[in-house]
């Protein structure tokens, strides 16, 4: 057995709920740091520096933060179906974060429009907006976009083996549950009794 299928098969439901709470909570941190920085050359004025946070750039991503946290509680409460549907969704999630990402690395200028609009009450043309430069946390949810579809693969993986063990586990508990209910049904005298005769009183 690979080390990659032994990982996944010691995954269970509440570790895979814990991992698409913290996805989520990256999101929403990603949304919040700064993605674009630049200068709007406004008529009569000075050049403004402008910064451009994720969620500016980007207005999705912080809205599948949203949804990757939604995703969490579902899979804490979903059955097998609900569960495939919840990995369909978390990897959707994980490809619209990498596309968004895209998206502001390939035309960064049009990413920060909105913010430039908002901060100097003028809708400035594209060559107004100069000095563009990227941060890295673009880069960085474009891979963390990656990781979360992995993420949704190996818990659609894991999945399968979560309703075997909890019927495990309701057998064992059942046998137990059992085997009391024998060992209850034994009279104090029935146990004296076979106490006395030197034999085994327990099923």
Request: hydrophobic residues 55%; proline residues 4%; aromatic residues 2%.
């Amino acid at each position: 057995m690979s080390k990659v299928t032994a990982a996944t098969s010691r995954l269970n439901r509440r570790t895979g709920v814990f991992v698409l709470l913290a996805s989520g909570l990256v999101l929403l941190g990603l949304g919040a740091v700064p993605w674009v920085d630049g200068k709007a050359s406004v008529p009569g004025s000075a050049a403004d520096e402008i910064a451009s946070s994720g969620g500016q750039a980007a207005p999705v991503i912080p809205a599948l933060g949203l949804v990757v946290l939604a995703a969490a509680v579902a899979l804490a409460l979903a059955r097998r179906t609900g569960v495939v549907i919840t990995c369909v969704i978390t990897a959707a999630a994980g490809i619209a974060t990498t596309v968004a990402s895209g998206v502001v690395l390939n035309d960064p200028v049009g990413a920060m429009r909105s913010e430039v609009t908002e901060t100097t009450a003028i809708v400035l043309p594209p060559e107004a907006i100069t000095g563009v430069s990227i941060t890295i946390w673009v880069a960085i949810a474009a891979v963390f976009g990656v990781i979360l579809l992995l993420i949704s693969l190996v818990l659609a993986r894991a999945s399968g083996r979560w309703e075997v063990d909890a019927r495990h586990e309701k057998d064992r508990a059942e046998a137990v549950d059992s085997a009391g209910e024998d060992v209850t049904e034994l009279a104090d005298a029935d146990l004296w009794d076979l106490l006395s005769d030197g034999q085994d009183p327990t099923p």
